[in-house]
């Protein structure tokens, strides 16, 4: 049973930033929605919405065909997968484990879990054996669902109550129902379980750039009803076509591929293919007249190395998060489609809070203002004084919606997150005078060289504008001078060999574009190493560096400034 109440209420704050006619009205108007102690999305939102809808809620293109299903057919199979799971003894309050790809029961049964009460563990299909009874024994998981080519992977994973799987049959694991798109099809109604707005609906882990992965969990609001600020910041709108690239486990892909979208009454379309073809993504674009496109830095960059072509015709709107987007990038892109790529920023932790919101002027680089039902401060991470730059934190004296609950089992993070009246990102970014806030790194990235404050992102952004450079990664070596100096690993672009000549073409840039003490004076070329979900481990490469500097033997393929007598004529 819904609730009007709530429903309303979501209605009114999502058509409030609707009607915004600029990114400041919208701020300046927008109140969280009041939804009441008991509220389910799925429920009191898809469902309402999905009532007698045709309009397509789902879109995937994949290597067997194009396939669509409407609002309402979505909402009644998930209807009929949520009186199956509770048959099947997923209860109120159990923790499901989904890993799923892009597919359609990937949608539906986060739909059919939240009808149910259930709580949903998002993850990747990347994952192996370890990985997965970790998150089972972290995650006290009680059910599990996946497809039948992982299904292997838990047969030495202990635990979990009961196993579902798709597409196949598996010892030991029940079937998924394959008659969910079968109106005639005999099923018992799905149970009226009622939520608190505070019980837990999500628990999404964390990349795990610099540690074990923690566990994120969200209540039946804070990323059902917080996303109304992701969103504002993607620009989509009721009727668009909304495509992101994101991989499902991650929180980015709720995001933008499930809560964002469906909230503004669009289409998630899906291109699923088991590798990123910049080619046939754009052909899609196209094709199917999306409006609204967002993807992650890396995916800017691999499309930049072909031809992007036309714009596609019907978008409107770019966007990028998941790690700063360098200010190449949105030249280049801007000179080919003659529209700018909003930068965006916001952690699994919470929703967007800030970003470049449509319509408002872009300040290359920097990754935008705090966005609508957000209260930004920058708090020096030493003396905890509020000023221009710091650390990215969150005022506390009123609660943001969009924040997290905290960390599953982990009581002393939680706390150590949310000290002194803050939620505490651990990210680092200066505020203009025009108010934007530009993100210079990890409070564990940025480092001091002859005692200056280096940012990596300020570096990697000025290397990425020599064509050989596809990607980098600046971390500091030790050195007996300067007690640090700036070291980039370097990922060459098609064409380019990792040679002497290659090294002094990348040092004698650098030389070039940064200033004396934020000079790249080591220089070597590698893959970079990369969590799952495609964020830069700086945490290894420093690792590295300083067992380098420790043997006393430099890395073998590193080149140095001082073999280049030639660049003391740069300044």
Known sequence: MSSPHATAALRAARDQLLAAESAGAARAGFRWPDVGDSFNWATDWFDVVATDN????????????DHRWSYAEMAARSDRLAAWLHRHGVARG?????????????????????????????????????????RVDRGSVAHVVTTVEHADKFADVRGATSRIVIGGAADGWTP?????????????????????SSDPCLVYFTSGTTSKPKMVVHSQTSYPVGHLSTMHWLGVRPGDVHLAISSPGWGKHAWSCFFAPWIAEATVFVHDSPRFDPAALLHQLDRAE??????????????????????PRALRELVSAGEPLNPEVIDRVAAAWGLTIRDGYGQTETTAIIGNAPGAPVTPGAMGTPLPGVEVVL???????????????????????NLMTGYLGDTARTDTAMRDGFFHTGDIATRGADGQLTFIGRTDDVFKSSDYKVSPFEVESALLQHPAVAESAVVPAPDAAR????KAYVTLAAGWAADETTAFEVLRHARAVLPAYARVRRVEFAELPKTISGKIRRVELREREEQAAASGVPAPGEWREDRFPDLRSIR
Not at 54 to 65: M, N, Q
Not at 292 to 308: E, H, K, N, V, Y
Not at 483 to 486: A, C, K
């Open 54 to 65: 045709d309009r397509t809620a789902l879109w995937i293109v994949d290597a067997d065909g």
């Open 94 to 134: 159990d923790h499901v484990l989904l890993m799923l790809g892009n597919r359609l029961e990937l949608w539906e049964t986060m739909l059919a879990v939240m009808k149910v009460g259930a709580v949903i563990l998002p993850t990747t299909t990347m994952l192996d054996t370890a990985d997965l009874q970790d």
């Open 176 to 196: 998924y129902p394959a008659d969910l798109g079968d109106p005639s099809a005999h099923v018992e109604p799905r149970p009226e379980v009622t939520t608190s």
């Open 290 to 311: 999306v409006t609204s496109f967002c993807a992650p830095p890396t995916a800017w960059r691999m499309m930049l190395q072909g031809d992007l072509g036309a714009r």
């Open 379 to 401: 708090l020096d991470p030493v003396t905890g004084a509020a000023g221009d730059e710091g650390e990215v934190c969150l005022d506390l004296t009123e609660r943001p919606l």
């Open 483 to 486: 007690l640090t100096v700036v």
